[in-house]
């Protein structure tokens, strides 16, 4: 189902289903579930197979200018070591990967716990499209137009108390599921973290989907975190845990190379990975005689997040 | 073996060997739908840089395997994957400062100096030049018994291509750990060797036998 989509020109979810098939998909699906509710979660097409459309609106305002990378590139070249460490393995091994049922539990210092299925995480929140710069901390980087809504939003529901200065995130444990869960490779689940005011920053995107349809699983299915000025690594897939903490997390990469990768990881041309360079990138799908470009602070996205960092040692706290 | 089965048999292996660089060449221009998917770039350097190992560790395949099969026919390729592991490591030094830093000789240049995983590739880069001119029979004779102690260099550059293959990956060391354990048997074979004839006359210094 899946078409080849051009690099040059953008094309915005309307694009993707004719409206007819689109309305007419709908109502099929619809006509199949009893539940008033549930009807009106599918309008928006959540709950169904990767590569369905959602209801999308773009957000210009957090969305850049440059052409996305295609489809095929983002959705085959990705790093989710829990489907194997190849570049192209998630796109093989996790196709049979089941995201639904899907629950959320959220805990910690916040007044509102509990575990929740994905559908009443979700249904409060209007989606957004943002494309976004991707930049790995291997030096390499993309642009992808990703759906979802702020993580501020989804946060708030569950009044995170003063005790709170972080959120921790965990990525689902099922070694039968994730091939590369039943290997040492790293401390498994996969856990990340940001700081409260990170997390509540307009950017920090929960993602849902890609190229206005439902994420692919490779892409961490079915709810993941995107912080676009931070190394990729902090972008968490396939989320079932949010804990509000008092105390800094120990995140994966952290805690499997500490000199390598820190708590932070925000993109930083002028701390250098100790093994290579990351005052460059190479840009996917870009001419093979013109692929490197500079790297630029914060991802780009300086100018709204740059004061969170005022005063400290980025040098230290990389 | 006559003479032209053995010439037949040498041209096979010899286009065999260009297998990865034919495959890389279709791929990066996609002829029949070859793709090197979403990181051609990337895709050429890890090609590159593992068949200069592979072909590394072939060549040093080659005195064990004489010596398991008790026939020489093995030495008498011996000098071409050797020379096919100088090829690929060239290709993998080209496609790193042409595609991957887009031909900016100053960041390839401060990458060699401040990154010791590139500045033990490159040193076992420089290293294999020597052995690739002094590869013919012409050399070989008028170098005598000191072809055999420069040519002994093969040992080093595969240790610091291993090396430099370990540091060089993120995480997953599975696949530098594989060459890592193929090099210690192939140097272990050889010390073994030289352990058990130690005290005995010190072999001749028939290049054959090296």
């Known amino acids: 189902m899946t078409k080849p989509w051009s690099q040059s020109k953008f094309i915005v979810p309307s694009d993707i289903t004719p409206e007819d098939k689109f309305l007419s998909r709908r109502a099929l699906l619809g006509g199949g579930l009893g539940m008033a509710a549930a009807f009106a979660f599918e309008r928006r097409g959540f709950g169904q197979d990767a590569n369905a459309a959602l209801v999308v609106t773009r957000n210009a305002q957090y969305s850049v200018a440059e052409a996305p990378n295609s489809f095929k590139d983002i959705s085959t070249y990705n790093n989710y070591y829990e489907f194997g460490t190849g570049k192209s393995d998630p796109s093989e091994n996790a196709q049979q990967f089941r995201t639904r049922p899907w629950s959320v539990t959220i805990d910690g210092e916040c007044d509102v716990k509990g575990t929740f299925s994905l559908e009443d995480i979700l249904k409060p929140h209007a989606l957004e499209e943002r494309v976004y710069r991707m930049r790995c901390v291997e030096a390499w980087s993309m642009i992808v137009p990703w759906v979802g809504f702020p993580l501020a939003d989804l946060l708030k529901r569950f009044k995170p108390t003063s005790n709170a200065k972080f959120v921790e995130f965990k990525t689902l444990l099922d070694p039968k599921q994730m091939p590369g869960e039943r290997g040492s490779v790293l401390d498994w689940p996969y856990t990340e973290g940001l700081r409260m005011d990170e997390a509540m920053n307009p950017l920090t995107l929960m993602t849902v989907g890609l190229y206005g349809k439902v994420l692919p699983n490779q892409n961490g299915a079915p709810f993941r975190l995107i912080v676009p000025w931070k190394y990729g690594f902090k972008g968490i897939k396939a989320i079932n845990h949010i804990r509000f903490v008092a105390s800094q997390p120990v995140t994966t990469w952290a805690r499997s190379a500490p000199s390598e990768y820190g708590f932070y990881a925000n993109v930083n041309p002028a701390v250098d990975h100790p093994r290579w360079s990351q005052a460059s990138e190479r840009h996917i799908g870009a001419s093979l005689f013109d692929q490197r470009r500079p790297t630029l602070p914060f991802n780009g996205y300086g100018k709204e997040v740059a004061g969170l960092y005022t005063g400290m040692n980025l040098k230290t706290y990389f | ?210």
């Not at chain 2, 072909?55 to 994957?81: A, E, G, K, Q, Y």
Request: glycine share 6%; charged share 15%; with cysteine.
């Open chain 2, 1 to 210: 073996m006559t003479a032209k089965i053995r010439s037949l048999l040498k041209a096979a292996v010899f286009v065999a060997c260009l297998g990865p660089a034919i495959y890389l060449l279709v791929g990066a221009f996609g002829l029949w739908s070859v793709s090197l998917g979403a990181d051609p770039v990337h895709t050429m350097l890890h090609t590159c840089g593992n068949w200069a190992l592979k072909f590394l560790l072939i060549t040093l395949c080659m005195t064990p395997l004489r010596d398991l099969t008790h026939t020489t026919i093995w030495l008498r390729f011996r000098r071409m994957f050797g020379l096919f592991a100088f090829f690929y490591a060239m290709l993998h030094l080209a496609v790193y400062i042409i595609f991957d830093q887009s031909g900016h000789l100053e960041t390839v240049w401060q990458d060699i100096i401040k990154r010791p995983y590139i500045t033990i590739g490159m040193l076992a880069l420089l290293l294999l030049v020597p052995l690739a001119v002094t590869s013919t029979a012409a050399m070989q004779r008028r170098l005598r018994h000191r072809w055999i102690l420069l040519h002994r260099l093969i040992y080093l550059i595969a240790v610091l291509g291993v090396w430099h293959y370990w540091w060089g990956v993120k995480k997953d060391i599975f696949e530098p750990l594989l060459f890592a354990c193929a090099l210690a048997v192939l140097l272990g074979y050889r010390l073994y060797k030289r352990l058990r004839s130690s005290g005995k006359v010190r072999e001749s210094t028939d290049p054959i036998r090296a």
